[in-house]
T-cell receptor, first 113, second 116 residues
């Protein structure tokens, strides 16, 4: 069975600095999709970034980028120029085809001014 | 212009009662989901429907029954509520998957269910 592991329950960063959130996953599939979702205190689930396993190029969305290492089954999220509004729970998620999302346990990110 | 809307946002009720949570999406998506987020923030799939047909049914007690009257709606009915049912329930939807596509799931704002 596929599993997703986020080994950092909490992280903190100074405003304007860069922070990296870790995610590893376990799968025997070769074709799958990876996501990072953000959940602020308002509890909405907001898609931050997505990556297709067949693409070697790392996805980027403005200040958010990923480091996708398929052989190592690693999918870390880098947030550059951190802002106070980035404070939230961040969830890494895996999906095979059109199947369900499998989530990690989340990392709570605090941003200090 | 809310994409995935759930009602109610908060639900406080007593043990043993029966309650429903409604979900509607106006994105034209074919697939809808229910996820449960427990007190430790862990999110887990409960059900998934594609064009009104059940395609995922994880090990969820029979007290939980999803109903999809049409592909834009997926409601969750819970019978005989128990203390352990207290959680946040999220509805989500996505376009039907085709090989090579990476359509994300869009989530509602969640329903916080509290059992007294």
């Amino acid at each position: 069975a596929q599993t997703v592991t986020q080994s950092q329950p909490e992280m903190s960063v100074q405003e304007a600095e860069t922070v990296t959130l870790s995610c590893t996953y376990d799968t025997s599939e070769s074709d799958y999709y990876l996501f990072w979702y953000k959940q602020p205190p308002s509890r909405q689930m907001i898609l931050v970034i997505r990556q297709e396993a067949y693409k070697q190029q790392n996805a980027t969305e403005n200040r958010f980028s990923v480091n996708f290492q398929k052989a190592a089954k690693s999918f870390s999220l880098k947030i550059s120029d951190s802002q106070l509004g980035d404070a939230a729970m961040y969830f890494c998620a895996y999906r095979r085809g059109g199947d369900k999302l499998i989530f990690g346990t989340g990392t709570r990110l605090q941003v200090f001014p | 212009d809310t994409a995935v809307s759930q009602t109610p946002k908060y639900l406080v009720t007593q043990m043993g009662n029966d309650k429903s949570i409604k979900c509607e999406q106006n994105l034209g998506h074919d697939t809808m989901y229910w996820y449960k987020q427990d007190s430790k923030k862990f999110l887990k799939i409960m059900f998934s429907y594609n064009n009104k047909e059940l395609i995922i049914n994880e090990t969820v007690p029979n007290r939980f029954s999803p109903k999809s009257p049409d592909k834009a709606h997926l409601n969750l009915h819970i019978n005989s509520l128990e203390l352990g049912d207290s959680a946040v329930y999220f509805c989500a939807s996505s376009q039907e998957w085709t090989p090579g596509s990476n359509q994300p799931q869009h989530f509602g704002d969640g329903t916080r269910l509290s059992i007294l």
